[in-house]
């Protein structure tokens, strides 16, 4: 004990003991220090996270606002704000869409018609929306899946055995345009199943604008081109406002959301077409419709039995117009 005594009572080791506890009171500081430090940028980070989120839902109210109280509802989403607002109710109600904690129907929507009606990335939308690309996908494909789900109540294919009503209720059309036979353009091969207009003759509605037709061929061919241009008004309406299936630059998405997005233009266009029809772009179809050069090949060059069964079904079809037109 003497011993032990008189070795802690050395000035060196009294020395030795001071530093060691100097060194672990250093130690424990910076500890202390670090620990604090940590603490304190958590705060900060937590808090520039919540003013992030803060000034990203704000900017999203902002913009949503400003969509669904102006013009520009038209040229982002492709309808009005009333179209708009009906088309969520409906997605809810029957297409099974929902919103999540943090993004509403509305924006999933709105999102998603942008895309479908400028067809840009998903990489472009980030900028705008304050989401992330992955965040923007996810909602693009859950609202692509609600828009599909309405196919039964918005894309009904006809089954061939009525006579359609725009035909049936037209005495320029009906009894003439009828049957199981397809009037198709002049692109195609003369067919009894695929009627096209007389070779030669005139074709284009506005070159009937003001010269009547003249004879059983141009009388067929005005009937014709009427009934045509209907189909293709509809197709031409859907590319301008949906033009995601009328680009020609390589696709953003693999093939089964590419059919998916088809499906759900033409829905899209057929619910607009009762609500929000937009006579402008209408307007425009019609008049690129008007000029387009026809091609002036119906193969008729071809004598074969279904090209004569063709000839004879159109020439019995036109003299029936043009007797009924006559009198």
């Known amino acids: 004990m003497a011993d032990k005594k008189k070795l802690l009572d050395n000035p060196y080791i009294k020395l030795q003991r001071l530093h060691h506890l100097a060194a ?52 982002m989403i492709r309808m009005s704000p009333r179209a708009f607002l009906g088309l969520c109710e409906i997605l809810v109600r029957d297409g ?27 990489r472009e939308l980030p900028f705008f929306f304050r989401r992330s690309c992955e965040t923007i996908s996810c909602h693009f494909h859950n609202v692509l899946q609600a828009i599909v789900e309405l196919e039964e109540k918005y894309l009904v294919q006809p089954d061939g055995s009525e006579i359609p009503s725009e035909i049936f209720s037209s005495s320029r059309f009906y009894p003439y345009f009828k049957e199981n036979i397809t009037f198709v353009d002049a692109g195609f091969m003369l067919r009894s199943g695929l ?30 081109a009427s009934l045509r241009n209907s189909i293709e008004r509809a197709f031409g309406v859907v590319k301008k406002r949906f033009p995601i299936i009328g680009s020609s630059t390589e696709p953003h998405y693999g093939l089964e959301t590419q059919k998916e ?18 006579d402008i772009l209408i307007a425009q179809v019609d008049n690129e419709l008007s000029d387009e050069v026809q091609d002036e090949h119906d193969g008729t060059g071809e ?20 007797t009924n037109y006559v009198e």
């Open 96 to 122: 099974g869409l929902r919103p999540t904690l943090q993004v509403s129907i509305e924006e999933q929507v709105a999102r998603t018609l942008y895309l479908l009606g400028h067809n840009v990335s998903h």
């Open 303 to 322: 004598n074969s039995e279904e090209t004569i069964a063709g000839e004879i079904i159109r020439d019995a079809i036109a003299v029936e117009m043009w």
């Open 195 to 224: 009627i096209t207009p007389y070779r030669g003759e005139r074709y284009h509605l506005k070159e009937y604008s003001r010269n009547p037709p003249r004879n059983p061929h141009e009388l067929f061919n005005l009937r014709h």
């Open 24 to 75: 672990i009171q250093v130690i424990m500081l910076v500890i202390s220090w670090i620990a604090r430090r940590k603490k304190e940028h958590k705060h900060v980070n937590n808090q520039i996270a919540r003013e992030l989120r803060l000034h990203g839902d704000q900017a999203r109210d902002e913009l949503m606002s400003h969509l669904l109280s102006s013009d520009l509802c038209h040229n």
């Open 261 to 278: 997005i088809i499906f759900a233009c033409c829905i899209l266009h057929n619910y607009l077409m009762g609500v929000d029809p937009d």
